[in-house]
């Protein structure tokens, strides 16, 4: 089901002779790291580390790169001081009492898995009820409003087609986003059949409308099987079912990744954060994950490798993301997020790169504005997002509709007038930020179906003084040659990481 949980515990006695560990992991045992084990390059980082022990200098080194944020646990015995307190404090370290660590060991070591996973439910997979006597009127690929009466009674109203696995052992999160009447209340209903039947029923999960006010969980502790999950509904008035989430759940430690983060709105749309410390000197990096169906960040190895202070965000509204836009309080969100992790390290603007690839180039200079960065690192950048929807008619059909669900999300239509407030929406507010201490750096393609005049646009708007722009135009549609755009693009990460602050990142 998962890739083992690899865990490496540091200390004078192998926890293997002392306690019962779980299944599904891979268990290293060293009383202290020799002079080959450190020099060895080291393929990747551990799922959680103990120690047991203070550490050396030498140490440290690896274990800076060994350890993730979040994931490392020092016994209560052990004074956190010297090298020992460095590390706990750049990554996040927790305390563990001794008396804790059976337990921790066999019933919180896995929520530690590796790899994390998200998705919603498709859209197309979503049926209505065929007895509602209602109006019904899909709105694209974002939602469906059902109006009408919906009986006295709580009665099916929509399923989703397409059963999904929930394996022995497994935590699943779900999610719904909703709007509704004051006059409807639903519920939500989860049934796991037994693998193989499509009949015979294991389990059931049932959660009333409160208990959706947040995420709900499938903790399941029988055997593997996969569920079908219905929306029921009474009263009258209006019910728009906008989506339905399912994610791998950790249960309380992290969101996606151990120590991501979660926020939203009142009405019901997600940002998801993760920081990690680094080294906790400048610059912190920003990145803003692109387009992508599964759920969770984007780049997290990558930023990781350079060994700064590092933010990723991530959305998951529409098919894809939304472009990070939304109502003042969604905005608010990731520009206090954005802020949060500023404050922390004690950095200014001019400490901080914003950096994405297509939809998330948006975030970054959307952002950007209210930051005003050292730089922003794109690559294939989209501005003008009212044009990308309206070139979905003519340049490339059904190639990318989301733009279209983007544009009516917040505008209501999908005419003329819509295009150009979203356009605006954008240009205003870049048109109203000084940009005399930043640098853009962008990588574009040159036949771009989805924002063509993305480059020159940036550049027609770039009226601040001192600003600096430089770009590679690469020969290609927007999604030709990703590769090459990627490339440049953390080629120039480490450009700016050298040449602006005297850092050394191997390639």
Known sequence: MFAKIRILQLGSEDWRLKYQLPDNVDFSFEEKLNDEQLNKELKKPYDLVFLDKRISKKE???????????????????????????????????????????????????????EPYGEKFQFSNLAIAQDFSGSIRWDGNYSVVLQGEFGEELTQIAFWRNNIPVFQGQAIELWLEYKKDPGVEIAL??????????????????????????????????????????????????????ALHDRYSRRGHGCFLPGGERYVTQNREEVFAYFEPGDRKPPLNVYFSGYKTREGFEGYRAMRNLGCPFLLISEARLEGGG?????????????????????????????????????????????????????????????????????????????????????????????????????????????????????????????????????????????????????????????????????????????????????????
Not at 87 to 98: N, P, S, T
Not at 428 to 455: H, L, N, P, Q
Not at 480 to 487: C, E
């Open 60 to 114: 440290l080194s690896y274990l800076q790169k060994a350890t993730k944020a979040y994931t490392l646990f020092v016994t209560d015995h052990v004074n956190v001081n010297g090298e020992t307190k460095q590390l706990f404090d750049l990554k996040k370290g927790q305390r563990i009492a001794e008396s804790e660590i059976q337990e921790f060991l066999l019933y919180e070591v896995r929520n530690y898995f590796p």
């Open 323 to 507: 472009f990070y836009m939304g109502s003042e309080e969604y905005e608010k969100l990731i520009k206090d997020v954005l802020r949060k992790y500023m404050d922390e390290l004690g950095f200014s603007g001019d400490q901080v790169i914003l950096s994405g690839l297509s939809m998330g180039t948006y975030g970054a200079l959307y952002y950007g504005c209210d930051i005003m960065p050292h730089a922003m690192i794109l690559g294939k950048p989209l501005a003008s997002i009212g044009d990308v929807a309206a070139n979905e008619k003519l340049f490339r059909p059904g190639v990318f509709p989301t733009s279209l669900d983007v544009l009516h999300m917040l505008y209501g239509d999908t005419d003329h007038v819509a295009v150009k407030a979203l356009n605006d929406r954008f240009w205003d507010k870049f048109d109203g930020a000084d940009w005399s201490r930043s640098k853009f750096i962008v990588a574009y393609m040159i036949e771009d179906d989805y924002d063509a005049t993305a480059y020159e646009t940036l550049i027609s708007h770039l009226w601040s003084g001192g600003v600096q722009l430089y770009g590679k135009g690469i020969h290609g549609r927007h999604n030709d040659d990703t590769g090459a755009i990627v490339s440049w693009f953390f080629s120039q990460y480490r450009k700016v990481l050298h040449e602006d602050f005297s850092r050394k990142v191997k390639n």
């Open 189 to 242: 209903s989860v049934t796991q059949f037994v693998s193989g039947s499509l009949s015979e029923i294991q389990q059931t999960w049932d959660f009333s409308e409160k208990e959706l006010d947040d995420i709900v969980l499938l903790d399941n502790q029988m055997a593997q099987g996969v569920i079908f999950v219905s929306l029921q509904a009474k009263g009258e008035g209006t019910l728009e079912i906008i």
